[in-house]
């Protein structure tokens, strides 16, 4: 691991100078007349750093639908601490697990559904937003079952096993007149924002390559990766579990998508993980403006990273997108800098949440909408033919094949 202690010595060097000017002055910045109180005393309400939490009234009540390990471990942890967001419905098809996980985060019985019984949403107002954290092949018919009980929703990624049926889902979405988004937390996440940041400010100079690593092994001992072996669960192997996240994030640091894309696809022979999905799935892009990437899914290694070759500075995010721990750093032949954030990577759960629910209150622009998964699943599609077809096919601008 890099030394860190030089500059976490200028940090506390920084803090106790900070401080000692204050211990020196000895005097109230309001009135320097007056010497600080020695006891407690009623002293004005302080200024904080970041606004607090609304009250719970004011929080815009959200249902989680599938209660496994992301919802339990991220997301109604998240919703515990966000500012604008809280939980106060449950949907699962096991009911006993269900008020278990109501009484640890105080929702009451009264609010729990199952898949079948969704449609009782829409008799309770307390709930806003609707978030579907389940296998992939169920998110086009939860959220239609949540539009028809009149509430808002966000998916988890990928959207669904097909273009046609996201297409489905925004188009039920329009006819409820409500918001749709696509949880890529990684738009959230401190470190993908300072690079984001870095990249269009031009301090990293002319990007014209990018890659993007993400593997992660697939193992279906556990639950949460039994139906990630399945086509007709999953649509597809690594690229769509976690090489989307290379394809969005690309797409969000270089603001185009490709226009021309090859790929290959690996399945190891006599491995039963990989009998119906692909292992490692490797994709060229090339986009509009000149610029290439090469993008890289598996699920034997563990790693995610992603880097932008500027000539000035590269920018490596590694780990890229991790749920906690994401680093950046910048550097060239001559030096190399660990870039700090203020927030850690667990602001990219609350900053999503809260983004949504400020949207469904006041209004305004969801930043990763229905429109950005459709387009993703198209992009998808088109590398999975690409594969098999072994050869450069050409795309429109909204990620259609060219010529049909």
Sequence with gaps: ???????????????????????????SAADPSKEIPAGPTGRPDPQLE??????????????????????????????????????????SGNPEKARGVAARHGVSERALYGYD????????????????????A?????????????KHVICEKPMANSAAECQRMIDAARAADRRLMIAYRAHWEP??????????????????????????PLDPSRPRDQWRVKRAVAGGGSLVDIGIYALNGLQWFFGESPNAVAATMQAPPGDPRFAEVENVFTAELAFPSGRRATISSGYTADKKRIDLWGDRLVATLDPATAYQGNRLVVAN??????VLTQETSAAQFTGELDHFSQVVAEGGAVRTPGEMGLRDMRLIEALYRAARERRWLDLNPDMTLRGT
């Design 191 to 216: 470190h993908n924002l300072r690079a984001k940041q870095l990249f269009d400010a031009g301090d990293l100079g002319a990007v014209w390559f990018a890659s993007s690593d993400h593997h992660r």
């Design 333 to 338: 032949a001559k030096k190399a800098e660990e």
């Design 1 to 27: 691991m890099p030394d860190h202690s030089n500059a976490r010595r200028l940090f506390l060097a920084g803090g106790a100078l900070g401080l000692g000017a204050v211990l020196t002055a000895g005097r």
């Design 50 to 91: 970041e606004e607090p939490p609304l009250a719970p009234a004011q929080r815009v009540g959200w249902a989680v639908v599938g209660l496994g390990h992301y919802a339990q471990a991220y997301v109604l942890p998240a919703l515990a601490r966000s500012r604008r967001s809280r939980t106060v419905a449950l949907v």
């Design 117 to 136: 019984t969704m449609e009782r949403l829409a008799d309770n107002p307390d709930v806003a937003v609707v978030y579907i954290v389940t296998p992939n």
């Design 138 to 150: 169920s998110h086009p018919e939860l959220t239609v079952n949540a539009f028809e009980a009149g």
